[in-house]
């Protein structure tokens, strides 16, 4: 049975998997890989009830002091570490993880418990003064940044601990505590506060999150990528994201902690210098990605990490996809017997198929064009658009009805309200599994990433072309043609799949009798007009009866028939519509 540790706090041990909504993703994943008898660090939850908590009085529950302090001892007993002290000093990850996936957009302090006297007894455990002087600066650098909400400069690798202090301390007139528990309740409460930064209510509004789930927090037993040559930290797809072959596709940077890969600030490597480095953990990888694919019947993202050729899954969730690998996924799985046809037809959007449909190059128009800049393909499509470097800006200029390219160094989550609203995201540095790709990926944004350094912030003001597929970046707006969804051999089986699914019929051509066209009806292309519009007509087309919104008011109304073209997204959206509407219908019975 789970070891609970107070009202808000419970062990995360295997021998049970508690509720998600509890515990957030993060938790129920570790919950899940440890059940599987997968190597993944202890870790205990402090659960989305102690969020709720602090939401509503803005104070940390009274109690949670304690709880921590015993869900610490049981973390110590686990990994036979000492949180704060010697001779196995004890470091913990303090990671976010809300019930709904939202990657990046809240806060995580990794290294957390190192002061003075912990570096040194981890440098003679580790037998590398240097390792820990490395992992210390990490600390230091993230509290500052994210729970003392510091702007600092990067802290000097060659400076002491001390001087790190004291620079932290001018920039953001606080210190950071030497008392580890005072250092672990305060990253916890910046981590609930994240919950409501700018970029995380950004992110929620846009996919339809509600503001009032809350986020559990996971507190774990750090593993050190960075502590030697046979150590690392990376990301494996169990396949590709980019374009659904079956293939597993990932990510490495040797000696290295996982925020230096989902930054972007480094370019990590491919996952065959893995094999060829580690090739035994390369192994071990790939087959625990391929259980982990059986047991959740999805394709799954996990982070890594190794540590002195040992390998640690610290987490595992369903990837975000681009829109061709979504129904690529989908089409897939059913052919395999992973997933039925129903489930196939959810996992693929109306958005995502929109993306696939989406404008492409013409052919023949790369030819004649001047290529700007290169990097590695992280999400496809084509965006077009002026180069803005600064996130605010780009929001202006893109509400303001301007099509504009997100130009950036490296992305961070600040950036998302950027990213929402762009044509495409260009980056110099990271590589594709960064934050700028995963984000663009979940978004359906052409994203190159990469791009070297001055590559990309040195267009700002020129029209640009992105090639999302081809990682290449071209001078003016080229030329584009729209795909056809008749010529899809995959498009063509999920319309098939929708058409028979779907509460109502979607045709490219109207059949004979009445229709009412909404192009010609005052407010038609209103969505939230059209229930007052639709009583009494079995048979409609334009205005918004496309859309999502008209969709369902079609549904409402008693539509028999939309007319629509492309019909597929218009399929997906009634399905979709159809699957809300189930848990009213039998509430209401």
């Given amino acids: 049975m789970t070891p609970i540790f107070g009202q808000y706090l419970l062990a995360i041990d295997g021998t049970s998997l508690p509720d998600r909504q509890l515990i957030g993703g993060k938790a129920w994943s570790i919950a899940r890989m440890r059940s599987l008898g997968l190597p993944v660090p202890p870790a205990f939850v402090i659960t989305t009830r102690a969020c709720t908590a602090f939401l509503d009085t803005g104070s ?60 040194t007894a981890l440098g003679e455990l580790a037998g590398d003064a240097a390792f820990a002087h490395d992992t210390h600066r990490r600390f230091l650098d993230l509290y500052a940044r994210i729970v003392l909400k510091g702007e600092l400069a990067e802290l000097d690798p060659q400076a002491t601990a001390t001087r790190w202090r004291a620079d932290i301390t001018q920039a953001t007139g606080q210190s950071v505590p030497e008392d580890p528990h005072a250092q672990l309740l305060a990253a916890v409460q910046a981590v609930f506060e994240s919950w409501n930064s700018r970029r995380a209510r950004k992110y929620r509004q846009h996919h339809g999150i509600p503001h009032t789930l809350g986020t559990a927090v996971t507190v774990q037993a750090m593993v050190f990528g960075n502590l030697d040559a046979a150590s690392g930290t990376g990301v494996l797809f169990s396949r590709n994201p980019l374009t659904g072959a079956p293939a597993p596709y990932g990510e490495y940077l040797a000696r290295a902690q996982g925020e230096d890969v989902v930054s972007g600030r480094h370019t990590p490597q491919p ?119 600064n996130t605010d800006e780009a929001e202006r200029r893109a509400l303001a009805g301007e099509a504009v390219v997100l130009a950036r160094a490296i992305t961070s989550p600040d950036d998302v309200h950027g990213m929402l609203v762009c044509r495409a995201i260009i980056t110099e540095q990271g590589g594709a599994t960064a934050h700028a790709a995963l984000v663009s990926r979940d978004l359906g944004k052409p994203c190159v990433v990469g791009c070297g350094t001055a590559s990309v912030t040195s267009l700002v003001g020129q029209l640009v072309t992105v090639d999302g597929g081809s990682g290449k970046i071209y001078a003016g707006a080229l030329a584009v043609t729209v795909p056809d969804e008749n010529a899809d051999p995959s498009l063509v089986t999920l319309t098939q799949w929708a058409a028979a699914a779907a509460p109502l019929q979607v045709l490219a051509v109207a059949p004979p009798g009445p229709v009412l066209d909404l192009n010609t009806v005052v407010g038609g292309a209103d969505s939230t007009q059209l229930a007052g519009l639709l009583a009494g007509h079995a048979v409609v087309r334009g205005g918004a009866i496309a859309s999502p919104g008209g969709v369902r008011a079609a549904l409402a109304a008693g539509v028999k028939i939309i007319c629509a073209s492309p019909r597929l997204p218009v399929l997906l959206a009634a399905c979709e519509a159809a699957r809300e509407l189930q848990p009213q219908i039998a509430n209401d019975e």
Avoid at 94 to 106: E, K, L
Wanted: glycine share 8%; proline share 5%.
């Fill in 271 to 389: 996952l065959s210098a893995l094999a060829q480095d580690l090739p035994r953990v390369h192994a071990e990888l790939l087959a625990a990605a391929a259980i982990l694919e059986r047991e959740n019947n999805d394709v799954q993202d996990i982070e890594f990490t190794i540590q002195h050729s040992q390998l640690y899954l610290l987490q595992t969730r369903a990837a975000k996809r681009a829109p061709a690998a979504a129904l690529r996924f989908a089409i897939d799985m059913v052919a395999e017997g992973q997933i039925d046809i129903a489930t196939a037809l959810a996992r693929v959007t109306a958005e995502q198929v929109r993306a696939v449909l989406s404008p492409c190059l013409a052919e023949g128009a790369v030819a004649p064009a001047r290529l700007l800049a290169q990097g590695e393909p992280a999400s496809q499509g084509v965006g077009i658009g002026v180069v803005v470097e």
């Fill in 60 to 119: 940390l529950p009274a109690t949670l002091g304690d709880e921590l302090a015993t869900g610490m001892a049981w973390l110590e007993a686990a990994t036979g570490g000492t949180f704060g002290g010697g001779p196995r000093p004890l470091l913990v990850s303090v990671r976010s993880g809300a019930a709904v996936s939202m990657p990046g957009m809240m806060d995580t302090v990794l290294n957390l418990g190192i002061n003075d006297a912990t570096q």
